[in-house]
Nanobody, 131 residues
Framework: VQLVESGGGSVQTGGSLRLSCAAS??????????MGWFRQAPGKEREAVAR???????SYANSVLGRFTISQDNAKNTLYLQMNSLKPEDTAMYYC????????????????????????WGQGTQVTVSS
């Protein structure tokens, strides 16, 4: 599975961005994968931001709850992260990730998600929020 992110950029506090992650594989379908967005700021560990399971159920980190929305377009094999009300502390490299799952309940919730929960990663897209 190849994942390619896009949509990052520089915005001011309160602005919005929408990240995209295009998944390519001859047999890829969101029905068999748990998808997640992670971010990593300089000097910090990579942290889970949001995830969506194969049934479409979502889970968010407390720091982005109510501001970020994860979604997917099955026809386009594309994962999205809509980010609103951005803050300087949201500045980071953002990565999408995929985990093969046979059942939706095998997709870990944010609270138990670590980078090791996912096997496939994109190259990342930079988000910078200025005050």
């Amino acid at each position: 599975v190849q994942l390619v992110e896009s949509g990052g950029g520089s915005v001011q506090t309160g602005g919005s961005l929408r990240l995209s992650c295009a998944a390519s594989s001859s047999r890829f379908t969101f029905r068999n994968y748990c998808m997640g967005w992670f971010r990593q700021a300089p000097g910090k560990e990579r942290e889970a931001v949001a995830r969506i399971d194969s049934d479409g159920s979502t889970s968010y980190a407390n720091s982005v709850l109510g501001r970020f929305t994860i979604s997917q377009d099955n026809a386009k094999n594309t994962l999205y992260l809509q980010m609103n009300s951005l803050k300087p502390e949201d500045t980071a490299m953002y990565y999408c990730a995929a985990r093969f799952t046979m059942r939706a309940r095998d997709c870990p919730n944010i609270a138990t998600t670590t980078p090791y929960s996912y096997a496939y990663w994109g190259q990342g897209t930079q988000v910078t929020v200025s005050s």
